[in-house]
């Protein structure tokens, strides 16, 4: 299989949004891609793939495949392409919780508003928060408190009407 069949595989789904493709078939071609010596676009799309199929639990990963998730989606946000901003956004939720990597908020905080550049609303939703709120840790300030970035965040997810933002918004009586 080849990888743009493989992607047409993946984007094979029913009603309800479930995928109906041949998964497993269009992994292999992931993982096989993702593996190649090359660097190339083809491998990059790789391997944003196989890091989804793992995170999604579409196939069975490794043991360690929190980390291998982490380092995948990482590689991807940071090609300079940026042919998948999504990966921005899953690497920094990697960030945020400790997941595959050490919890580090102040480089969540990054990729989140990179992500939230490119239209993702759970990213400026994530933002925000975290401005809104600032973060400090044994004495140290890991991100600094800025309410004025903070509704500009909130701003841009509830112009998008996402929920958790509306919320957030009326909750701390943040004006739209």
Partial sequence: MTLSEAAK??????????LFGDVKTAYKCFEAYANSNTTTRNQIM?????????????VEGPPDKEKIVADLFKEVADDEANEFPDAKLRYGICLYN????KKD???????????AENGYMVA????????????SEIGKV???KNVEKA??????????????????????????
């Fill in 9 to 18: 595989q993946h984007k094979k789904v029913d009603k309800q949004g479930k």
């Fill in 46 to 58: 790789a391997k944003y793939y196989k890091a989804y199929y793992i995170s999604k639990g579409f």
């Fill in 98 to 101: 400790g997941k595959g990597v």
């Fill in 105 to 115: 908020l102040s480089e969540a905080l990054k990729y989140f508003e990179q992500a």
């Fill in 124 to 135: 400026m939703y994530n933002a925000g928060k975290l401005y809104y709120e600032g973060v």
């Fill in 142 to 144: 890991v991100v600094e």
């Fill in 151 to 176: 509704i500009y965040y909130m701003r841009l997810a509830n112009y998008h009407n996402y929920g958790l933002a509306i919320k957030f918004c009326k909750d701390n009586n943040i004006s739209l």
